[in-house]
């Protein structure tokens, strides 16, 4: 148990030596902070409006994940950041799908084969 808590503690004390917590900034940040490193294209929101009543300020980004769109959004209490999360709006079989129909061509299976499969 004290080998335990030693590791622990160890890995703690050397976690900020990591740099970012979230993409490109660290937990605590300012909103001004996280809009200057991610850019003035957000939309701005409250907890309400993302039922989270906790948060204060939510800034939502329109961001590509690799190659699927969704949203990006930081999380704010008096306005420090606590939370990042990512929300992809395509589903994700289509888009494998649609990439394997680019690659290989038109499937020699129906969508209703696809069906049975989910």
Same mark, same amino acid.
């Given at each position: 148990?004290?080998?335990?808590?030693?590791?622990?503690?160890?890995?703690?004390?050397?976690?900020?030596?990591?740099?970012?917590?979230?993409?490109?900034?660290?937990?605590?940040?300012?909103?001004?902070?996280?809009?200057?490193?991610?850019?003035?294209?957000?939309?701005? &929101?409250?907890?309400?409006?993302? =039922?989270? $009543?906790?948060?204060?300020?939510?800034?939502?980004? @329109?961001? %590509?994940? /690799?190659?699927?769109?969704?949203?990006?959004?930081?999380?704010?209490?008096?306005?420090?950041?606590?939370? &990042?999360?990512?929300?992809?709006? =395509?589903? $994700?079989?289509?888009?494998?799908?649609?990439?394997? @129909?680019? %690659?290989? /061509?038109?499937?020699?299976?129906?969508?209703?084969?696809?069906?049975?499969?989910?």
């Amino acid at each position: 148990m004290k080998k335990l808590l030693l590791i622990s503690l160890i890995l703690l004390s050397i976690y900020p030596l990591f740099g970012q917590d979230f993409r490109k900034v660290s937990w605590g940040a300012t909103s001004s902070q996280v809009i200057k490193i991610e850019g003035n294209d957000f939309e701005q &929101g409250t907890g309400e409006d993302i =039922e989270m $009543p906790l948060v204060d300020i939510a800034l939502v980004y @329109k961001r %590509k994940f /690799g190659v699927m769109d969704g949203f990006l959004f930081y999380l704010f209490v008096k306005d420090k950041l606590v939370g &990042g999360m990512w929300n992809i709006t =395509e589903d $994700p079989k289509q888009f494998v799908l649609n990439a394997l @129909k680019q %690659k290989l /061509g038109k499937p020699t299976f129906t969508d209703k084969d696809l069906e049975t499969l989910t």
